[in-house]
């Protein structure tokens, strides 16, 4: 049986998010928060079904957080997302006072990293938990995205 209490327990949560939101033709990123061990959010990518750019796994999943717990700071809660937050999602992290941040695959191209983007200074980050398995995730996406157009 494999411990529910790591960090590769709950990025493979975060991962079956991803490839829900794959199979719904949206950008392969799942996200679940987690507080003393218990997942109390769950999300994928949106941004298709709804229209709306906004709608990012790490925002859905940072309101329904907030509405779990009552209150909009996430204060002791881990976020686990399988690709780096972007700008948006940073921002959105920042205010919130998200106590850390697990993330799978870098985005060296809009992750809020390349961007300079600041996060909570009390937020710990760390990244490369299941990478592999993210990144693969992600190229498939587009692999089979380009082969359909």
Request: net charge negative; with cysteine.
């Amino acid at each position: 049986m494999e411990n529910s209490n790591t960090d590769e327990y709950f990025m493979k949560k975060a991962l079956q998010e991803a490839e829900v939101a794959f199979e719904k033709g949206e950008i392969p990123v799942g996200a679940v928060i987690v507080v003393e061990n218990r997942i109390i959010a769950r999300s994928h990518n949106l941004t298709e079904m709804l229209n709306d750019v906004t709608a990012h796994a790490e925002m859905q999943s940072i309101t329904a957080a907030a509405n779990f717990l009552g209150g909009k700071y996430l204060k002791n809660c881990t976020l686990y997302v399988t690709l780096e937050p972007c700008q948006m999602c940073a921002g959105a992290l920042y205010w919130s006072q998200i106590s850390r941040i697990v993330f799978g695959a870098r985005d060296e191209q809009r992750g809020y990293m390349a961007l300079g983007t600041k996060l909570h200074p009390k937020t710990v980050v760390e990244y490369g938990v299941l990478e592999a398995e993210a990144s693969s995730l992600m190229k498939r996406f587009f692999v089979e995205r380009r082969d359909k157009f």
